[in-house]
């Protein structure tokens, strides 16, 4: 059977064309019996409205384009769960790509969005990724996400800085003295900030610093948690920049005979759905990523809406982490010493020698 079209709707309520129009995008007024017979006869041919025509009439595609760094791991997916829960209860769709951390694949994705969507939403770790976003996103509504937030900017950013000295003084407060740092790749925004917290921490607190670089997936946690574990002054705890590196972290600690917290305790970053799971519990950072991705597509919808208008909303919003206390960062009461051997001891204030504060 042929689709119905919009002339087959306006023959049928007798009514124009126009008016159909009218009632199916709410632009311009008509009476409550138009409306009603409209709707009677959108039922009963089962009309579906054209999206491409609509768009042509209405200069808007109910669509909104979302750029990521990477579309792996959990993180991302939780982001996209909370972004795609209020575009569909806002009438939206969701165009998703991933800029593979790279500038120029950013730029592709843009411009290859532009007349396709009706805003953007742009997460970059890289300030220049961010500030390309801007220019070639035009007029185009946009909101940045975690990188190149900054004035005249509507931006959502993570307290990166205030949760990485949350995780330190957690970690020192447990009696932990020698505490690592597991840090994202250099040039990334976020690992930056996160390494910044934990250096600030450490000093306040005069203690040694011990950073391994990583790449904020759980394989390089692994590999850094592995050769922390092989130190002959291994640390007693282990902050890592976010939850994939920590859950790496301790499968190697794991796999190097040491017990977690036992030995060492670890903290993670973000609260993806995976800490809760693992065995013992992660201790982390919670930003509500869900949340915070619903929060963002609700913004950039009133970004649309609002698109015009004298005072426009520029604004730098800030989500502060929570921290949230699990199993793997228990207080530190026991030293391992071999295996099936436990000698229950407070952990003193000894520092990694051969270490120096940085």
Known sequence: M???????????????????????????????????????????????????????????????????????????????????????????????????????????????????????????????????????????????????????????????????????????????????????????LEAETRLAGYLEAMARANLPTVVVEGAFDQASGHRAGAELAMRPERPDAIFAGNDMMAVGAMLALQDAGLAVPDDVAVVGFDDVPIAGLMRPGLTTLRINIAETGRSALERLVRLINAAGEAVADTACEVVRPELVVRPSSNPATQTRTTPGDRAREAVGPSPLEGENPQ
């Open 2 to 188: 042929k689709a119905a079209t919009i002339r087959d709707v306006a023959e049928r309520a007798e009514v124009s064309v126009a008016s159909v129009s009218r009632v199916l995008t709410g632009a311009g007024p008509v009476t409550e019996a138009t409306r009603k017979k409209v709707m009677e006869a959108v039922e009963a041919l089962q009309y579906v409205p054209h999206s491409g025509a609509r768009s042509l009439s209405t200069s808007k595609t109910q669509t909104i384009g979302v750029i990521l760094p990477d579309l792996y791991g959990e993180f991302f997916s939780e982001l996209i769960r909370g972004m795609d829960v209020a575009a569909r209860a806002l009438g939206y769709h969701l165009i998703v790509s991933s800029s593979h951390d790279d500038a120029e694949e950013a730029s592709a994705a843009i411009r290859s969005m532009r007349g396709r969507v009706d805003g953007l939403i742009v997460l970059s770790p890289h300030l220049d990724a961010a500030n390309l976003a801007t220019t070639l996103a035009g007029r185009l509504p946009i909101l940045l996400m975690n990188g190149g937030a900054g004035a005249g900017r509507p931006s959502i950013v993570v307290d990166n800085h205030g949760g990485a000295v949350q995780a330190v003084e957690h970690l020192i407060a447990t009696g932990r003295r020698r505490i690592a740092h597991i840090s994202g790749p250099t040039g990334n």
